[in-house]
């Protein structure tokens, strides 16, 4: 309130930033997750900064990204998505609109700056990212992870357990997730329904094509849908993607 001191001054100002900058992600149809991400990554700059928004320095996201990469080896896409966020944190400080460059004068003497620039943050050179010692697996790799998959269920079974059910389940969501080529939350949000006919390939019955409604989402949108055909597969493994 107009004329009352703040008794935590800092803290109450911090907190209120990030309250802001909260709403107006949200306001723009971010995902809850999304900005809880965010939050969390401009908390643990702070701490490790150690100083508050408007004391911020470039010298400080330079020690903060030298710590990510040297001492808890964060990958190249990994620190390049931390450093966006503080980016645009600052650009939220730093907007007009807001205010917050006016507040921190009044109660600090100082205002927050955007400290990260394109001249010390990591640029998106390459689409494919991965490290190089990474590989996808080869035929008889994966021929031996579905081999494995499948002697789980026979091998609990035989015992006389009761998880040869969950240990089938698992088996054949690998075989899903490798034959229609689908993220790992596209997998765990199927269900039964999300199959259908595809009257391209009768010879699949009621499993011709898959509706993927959780699909990848663009910033700010809901996730997008997309539906994958069945095809028929010449490797031995066919019968469990077609089953």
Request: glycine share 8%; with cysteine; net charge neutral.
């Amino acid at each position: 309130m107009d004329g009352l001191s703040l008794l935590r001054p800092d803290e109450q100002v911090f907190e209120a930033m990030i309250k802001g900058w909260r709403n107006q992600q949200l306001a723009r149809n971010l995902s809850l997750g999304y900005v809880n991400d965010q939050e969390r990554t401009v908390r643990s700059f702070t701490r490790h900064a150690d100083v508050m928004p408007w004391q911020w320095t470039p010298q400080h996201v330079d020690e903060w990204s030298a710590d990510l990469r040297a001492v808890h080896g964060c990958v190249r896409s990994t620190l390049r998505n931390y450093q966006g966020s503080v980016r645009q944190f600052c650009d939220f400080l730093t907007n007009p609109a807001y205010g917050w460059s006016e507040e921190c004068l009044r109660y600090f003497g100082t205002h927050p700056v955007q400290v990260v620039y394109d001249w010390n943050a990591a640029t998106h050179a390459d689409e494919a990212e991965g490290e190089p010692e990474r590989r996808a697996f080869t035929k008889p790799e994966l021929e031996q992870f579905f081999d494995h998959a499948d002697e789980a269920v026979l091998r609990v079974r035989g015992k006389g357990r009761k998880g040869w059910l969950p240990a089938f389940r698992d088996a054949a969501l690998f075989k899903v997730a490798y034959a229609y080529g689908l993220r790992r939350n596209e997998t765990r949000m199927l269900d039964l329904t999300d199959f259908g006919r595809n009257p391209e390939g009768r010879e699949f019955g009621e499993y011709g094509t898959l509706l993927v409604r959780y699909g990848k989402a663009k910033k700010g949108a809901p996730p997008k849908r997309r539906s994958v055909l069945t095809v028929a597969l010449d490797t031995p493994h066919d019968r469990g993607v077609d089953q």
